[in-house]
Every structure is written in structure tokens, then in C-alpha cells.
């Protein structure tokens, strides 16, 4: 059983670009949700999938998408990318309401 | 709406001394409730988590956690501290629709040798 891989590591993007960030959940979950978590604040749900489908989100305009593919990988999308969008994204997969297992994040930076 | 309080940013504490680390909730409906810790340049680690049952709940590294209904809090506790135990603590809340997690901003402890 492998843990939650996220790729990239780090990324450097300028402001207006777009950007592709990748998630394999843990085998057998299928639940996963996207964090963003600005330096020295916790983790700002961004949205949940749930069997391929989004089933939550939070307070983050439509340029923030994502995708879950039946092998349990997931993608989160952002477009025309702001300074703020700096930050390290953390991805997540759960069975059900059960506790997460979080991936080592990827850090973007927006210049 | 839901909504997750830590109110203390940092907490200090001796080595082989108590600690708790303070987390209250606002959410409908019963909550799910999770302590995660975070290492430095690392993810978030699941610590322990209430859903149903005993108010007290037992998890990692010696942790537990005791759900207050009345109060609606959460706090994490641990009878005797170790340097190592010096990390980022989250609490959260899951709603019973599931669909949504919220994490409150972080209490970074600081176990003193």
C-alpha cells in the first residue's frame, strides 16, 4: 500500500499562466480533496471529490478545477494565476469521512 | 457555519510535563473532529479523530483527545511531553454531510529539554 504522492515538488509561474498540479491517492480511497495552505495558516479547503465527482468546495473562485480519475489520481487546475495563488497545495485521500492522508504538497510560487 | 478555533498559536511547554493544546468547533449536525500534525517541509499527519462513542479518544505518539459536547471542544492532551513532540498541531472538522473539512490555523508546540 503505497502513501499519497503529489508532482510537482516545486513550480515557478507567472502571474496569468496556468497551472497543472497532480495527486495519486492512497489505493482503495475514494475520496479526495484539495488544500491550500498559506505560509503560517492552516489549510483552506478548496474542494472534495467523491467517485470522479466534486461533492464540496470551498471558497475559491471557478479558475480553481480538478479532476478524479478511476485509479485514484487527481489533478487540481488553476487559471490566469494571481500573486496570492502562492502557497503550498496539499492534496488528500480518505475512504468515506474517515480520517485523511495528506501528500507532501507541492509549493507554487507565482511571480 | 462550520468553524475551527485554536486559540493559542504557540504553546510552551517542559519536557516530561503535560500538554494540551486547545481546539473549539462550530458545526450542524453531530461533527467528525481530527488532530493533525505537521513536521517541518512535511504533510500533514493524522493524529487521532471522534466520531462516535467514548468522549476520550486515544491516538498516535501517546496523544489523546477529549470531546466536550456542552463546550464544543476538542482539546489534545498528552501526559508527558517529549522534545520530538515540538510540531505544527491542526485541529478539524469534518461535517456529517462529509463534505467539507475545515482546519483551524495552527497551535505550534514548543517542547523545552
Known amino acids: 500500500e503505497t502513501g499519497v504522492t503529489q508532482s510537482p515538488t516545486h513550480l515557478i509561474k507567472t502571474r496569468g499562466q496556468q497551472v497543472t498540479l497532480r495527486c495519486s491517492s492512497q489505493?482503495?480511497?475514494?475520496?479526495v480533496s484539495w488544500y491550500q495552505q498559506a505560509l503560517g495558516q492552516g489549510p483552506q479547503f478548496i474542494f472534495q471529490y467523491y467517485r470522479e465527482e466534486e461533492n464540496g468546495r470551498g471558497n475559491f473562485p471557478p479558475r480553481f478545477s480538478g479532476l478524479q480519475f478511476p485509479n485514484y489520481s487527481s489533478e487540481l487546475n488553476v487559471n490566469a494565476l494571481e500573486l496570492d495563488d502562492s502557497a503550498l497545495y496539499l492534496c488528500?485521500?480518505?475512504?468515506?469521512?474517515?480520517?485523511?492522508?495528506f501528500g507532501p504538497g507541492t509549493r507554487l510560487t507565482v511571480l | 457555519a462550520q468553524s475551527v478555533a485554536q486559540p493559542e498559536d504557540q504553546v510552551n511547554v517542559a519536557e516530561g510535563n503535560p500538554l494540551t493544546v486547545k481546539c473549539t468547533y462550530s458545526v450542524s449536525g453531530n461533527p467528525y473532529l481530527f488532530w493533525y500534525v505537521q513536521y517541518p517541509n512535511r504533510g500533514l499527519q493524522f493524529l487521532l479523530k471522534y466520531i462516535t462513542g467514548d468522549n476520550l479518544v486515544k491516538g498516535s505518539y501517546g496523544f489523546e483527545a477529549e470531546f466536550n459536547k456542552s463546550q464544543t471542544s476538542f482539546h489534545l492532551k498528552k501526559p508527558s511531553a517529549l522534545v520530538s513532540d515540538s510540531a505544527l498541531y491542526f485541529c478539524?472538522?469534518?461535517?456529517?454531510?462529509?463534505?467539507?473539512?475545515?482546519f483551524g490555523a495552527g497551535t505550534r508546540l514548543f517542547v523545552k529539554a
Open positions: 489505493s482503495g480511497h475514494n475520496t
Open positions: 488528500a485521500s480518505s475512504w468515506g469521512l474517515n480520517e485523511q492522508f
Open positions: 478539524a472538522v469534518r461535517d456529517t454531510g462529509g463534505f467539507k473539512t475545515i
